[in-house]
Every structure is written in structure tokens, then in C-alpha cells.
């Protein structure tokens, strides 16, 4: 069973930065494609970020140019930096792995989850 526990998350000021990291664990995810997704307060959860085997990376319209995903297999640990931060990012960011080696937006593709952490922005 792989679990995955994120950390990084906080509150920060417009225009500021965060690096979130995700650490895997119960198995070697290198050739499983991983992903960040995000919650906002009474919006359903979407796609933020995803990365694969191979690290090649897909963004969602929102965050690109802003965020970069990269994945570390020696460590197994997935990170999203997180750069220009808007009010508008504010939201409980979940890292996700998926049994697969390619990038997908969907995230009932997506077999495990990490608790989330919270990020917010301020104004």
C-alpha cells in the first residue's frame, strides 16, 4: 500500500512562494505518474500539476508559469514550487499517484492521495 504525506503548505502574502513537497512511501513510485490537485472552499477539487515517469510535465491554464512540478525517485518525493502566489490559489493541494506512467487531468485515474495540506493566500 503507498502513502503519500504532503507538507510545505501556509499562509503567505500576494506574490510570494511555497514549495510543497510529497514523500511516498510503502513502495518505489519512479514509474508512476504523479500529480497535484487543489480544494478551494466550495469548489470542486481540480488539476494543478502532473508529472510523469519520465518527468515530463502537463500544467492547468491557472498555474502555468507560475508553478513547476519535479519528482526526486532517490527520495521518493514528489514538489510543487510555487511562485506569484494569488489570492486566487488559496485552496487544500493534494498530492496524488497514479497507477501508470502517463499524465492525466482526471483524478479518479488517480489510485492514492495524501491527506492535503493548506495553502493560503492573502490579499
Known amino acids: 500500500q503507498v502513502q503519500l504525506v504532503e507538507s510545505g503548505g501556509g499562509l503567505v502574502q500576494a506574490g510570494g512562494s511555497l514549495r510543497l513537497s510529497c514523500a511516498a512511501s510503502?513502495?518505489?513510485?519512479?514509474?508512476?505518474?504523479m500529480g497535484w490537485f487543489r480544494q478551494a472552499p466550495g469548489k470542486e477539487r481540480e488539476f494543478v500539476a502532473g508529472i510523469s515517469w519520465s518527468s515530463s510535465t502537463y500544467y492547468a491554464d491557472s498555474v502555468k508559469g507560475r508553478f513547476t512540478i519535479s519528482r526526486d525517485n532517490g527520495k521518493s518525493t514528489v514538489y510543487l514550487q510555487m511562485n506569484s502566489l494569488k489570492p486566487e490559489d488559496t485552496a487544500v493541494y493534494y498530492c496524488?499517484?497514479?497507477?501508470?506512467?502517463?499524465?492525466?487531468?482526471?483524478?479518479?485515474?488517480?489510485?492514492?492521495w495524501g491527506q492535503g495540506t493548506q495553502v493560503t493566500v492573502s490579499s
Open positions: 510503502g513502495r518505489t513510485l519512479g514509474g508512476n505518474a
Open positions: 496524488a499517484a497514479r497507477e501508470g506512467s502517463i499524465i492525466y487531468r482526471l483524478q479518479g485515474l488517480y489510485s492514492y
